[in-house]
């Protein structure tokens, strides 16, 4: 796969604070929603609108035990739908 998006993600318990860079490295997009299925439900359809694609998206967010798992499972639910279509 060759990137040409890459996202950082800051998650805490509430909130996750993100960044989408280009690949050149240059900010795209800025922002940060709730960490909950809503707000992560937002922020996909936010990239979807700006043109922002997952299947050529890497993405690095920290290891936070239960606060990054929701992330995660909808970030390879969404891109399993994705690939499917």
């Known amino acids: 796969m060759e990137a040409n998006y890459y996202t950082g993600i800051d998650i805490s318990k509430k909130r996750l604070d993100w960044q989408v ?6 900010p795209l997009a800025i922002g ?5 299925p809503d707000g ?6 936010k990239w979807t ?4 694609s997952l299947e ?6 920290e290891h936070t035990g ?10 390879e639910e969404a891109a ?6």
């Open 80 to 85: 399993k739908t994705n690939h499917e279509n």
């Open 49 to 52: 609108h700006q043109g922002i």
């Open 66 to 75: 239960a606060y990054g798992l929701l992330l995660a499972a909808m970030l």
């Open 40 to 45: 992560i439900r937002e922020l996909l359809e």
């Open 21 to 26: 860079n280009d690949g050149q490295n240059r």
């Open 32 to 36: 940060d929603i709730g960490n909950s």
């Open 56 to 61: 050529k998206m890497v993405v690095c967010f």
